[in-house]
């Protein structure tokens, strides 16, 4: 018997893409002022400055959370879902994505402070390569804190502490990521703004990947609550 039209694999692989690029969409107009700062640094670089990124990274957080809820589910469930379900996640998890988006981008901030600093005012003291490292730690800690909390929900100290197990429990799926990492940087400087925008689905749908062995072990031995 011959499958169903919508059961054909041309059909499934067009709807990923649709829900790939939809969400993509969704995800950039959540970050317009993000996309304006950067838009405002290449007609010129004299509108540069660290604080008005701070503010521009803002609403990244958020959306970035929505993103990781949104292909968690396609990755574990193989399924797609409706345009709403964007919107969902973003809504109900505004609150709880920003909170944790807010600690680790001050983190990071201080710490690339106390990196500029001492590469440009004592390079001779190597002291600037401790920061960078925390400051790679923290990123990784962060994709770690995203994925845990797109799919569970526990207190902010249990996530933090379970997130930095989960990061030195899997060193192989850490310097993958890291890897993973290397490679954003380079096509953030290579790139335009038009490419850039959908990179991070890809990188939530990736990154959920390598993750959802860990969650599910998560979920067998220490998570009682249920799921989003």
Known sequence: ?????????????????????????????????????????????????????????????????????????????????????????????????????????SVIYILLFDFMYFYLNSPQTQLYWIFMILTVLFALLGTYAFSINSRFRITFKNLIILSISCMFKNFGTSILKFVIMGIIYYLCKNLSIGFLLFIPGAICMLFYYYDKAILDKIEKTYISSSSY
């Open 1 to 105: 018997m011959k499958k169903d039209f919508y059961d054909q694999p041309l059909f499934t692989i067009s709807n990923y893409f649709i829900a790939y690029f939809l969400n993509s969409i969704y995800f950039s107009l959540c970050n317009i002022l993000l996309i304006f700062f950067f838009l405002l640094i290449e007609i010129s670089s004299d509108n540069f400055s660290l604080f008005s990124l701070f503010v521009a990274l803002i609403p990244l957080g958020p959306a970035l959370g929505s993103l990781y809820c949104t292909m968690g589910k396609v990755v574990r469930e193989k399924e797609l879902f409706s345009s709403s379900y964007y919107w969902k996640s973003y809504k109900n998890n505004f609150i709880s994505f920003l909170k944790i988006w807010m600690f680790f981008l």
